[in-house]
């Protein structure tokens, strides 16, 4: 279908470059006909090439720390000047732990770094919403996605507290996607994606093996971040307007699976090549 976003207006918080997965699903909606604002921090934006994305898009660029509601209240606020008036939709694609960065193991986490991994990768998606909700600033029928990882549910061997953060942020799009849908009819979903090579997640320890695992594993194989585009446009669209509260798997069928016979056939290599470090 063509024009799907014709006259929705959002704001799409995270992009950094290319490679990123709300890069893509930027260029996707300016493709179906949304206009938006671009928002990112300070620091990302020195690093990224938010620039390029904006000029393609035609786009402002509005920065802000998530963690901050003062931030995020300039963001929307400014958003609705620009774009004249309330937002039909909105992307967080947030995410960040120390922790994971400083591959500090679970059981030895740095509970400063922890606190910051929460509030960056989930707490801000509460302030987002509650900005939002407090100025009216989004449309009946309006469309809320933030991005996840099945290791909301399920342990992923290095994944570490970026799991527990996931799993706060699908319950915050629960809890608040009840109250948003009865008191403004605004829908709040999270899209759990295939591990996807994004710039950040190319410096994850394991990141190659995981992605030809759940490649294996997978009946349809890994979505990636043009896959993803496709997919959330169509919940930033009227096609979804009785969707909210879920977490959708956006994984090939990853999520279904116990093993797959692809798998199962490596791991049975692994066997026969005296594998003796596999745990």
């Known amino acids: 279908m063509e024009n799907l976003l014709k006259g929705k207006k959002g704001i799409i918080f995270g992009a950094l470059d290319e490679k990123s997965m709300a890069w893509k699903i930027a260029e996707k909606a300016h493709e179906q006909g949304a206009i938006f604002t671009l928002s990112n921090t300070p620091v990302a934006l020195r690093f990224g090439q ?20 003062s931030d995020i209240q300039n963001v929307f606020e400014k958003s ?30 740095n509970y400063d770094y922890y606190v910051k991994t929460l509030d960056i990768s989930a707490i ?17 029928w309006g469309s809320v996605v933030a991005l996840s990882y099945i290791a909301a549910q399920r342990t992923l061997f290095r994944y570490n507290d970026m799991a527990d953060a996931k799993a706060l942020l699908e319950s915050i799009a629960r809890s608040f996607g009840y109250i948003y849908g009865r008191e403004r009819k605004v829908r ?25 695992f759940t490649e294996r594993m997978s009946p349809l194989g890994n979505a990636d ?36 016979k692809r798998a199962m056939l490596q791991y049975k290599q692994s066997f026969e090549n005296n594998c003796e470090d596999c745990e």
Not at 197 to 210: Q, R, Y
């Open 50 to 69: 938010l620039d390029e994305l904006a000029k393609k898009t035609g786009s402002e660029i509005i920065p802000a720390d998530a963690t901050k509601v």
């Open 80 to 109: 609705m000047d620009i774009l004249g008036g309330k937002v039909d939709f909105v992307l967080h694609s947030i995410g960040m732990s120390l922790n994971v960065r400083k591959k500090i193991p679970y059981p030895e986490l």
């Open 124 to 140: 801000s998606f509460h302030k987002v919403l509650q900005v939002a909700f407090k100025l009216d600033a989004i449309n009946e």
């Open 188 to 212: 709040v979903n999270t899209i759990s994606q295939s591990p996807t090579m994004t710039t950040a997640g190319s410096g994850v320890a394991g990141i190659d093996a995981l992605m030809d």
């Open 225 to 260: 971040a043009k896959d993803l585009a496709d997919f959330t446009v169509t919940l930033f669209s009227d096609l979804t307007r009785k969707i909210t509260m879920q977490n959708l798997f956006h994984d090939g069928g990853f999520a279904s699976m116990g093993m797959s």
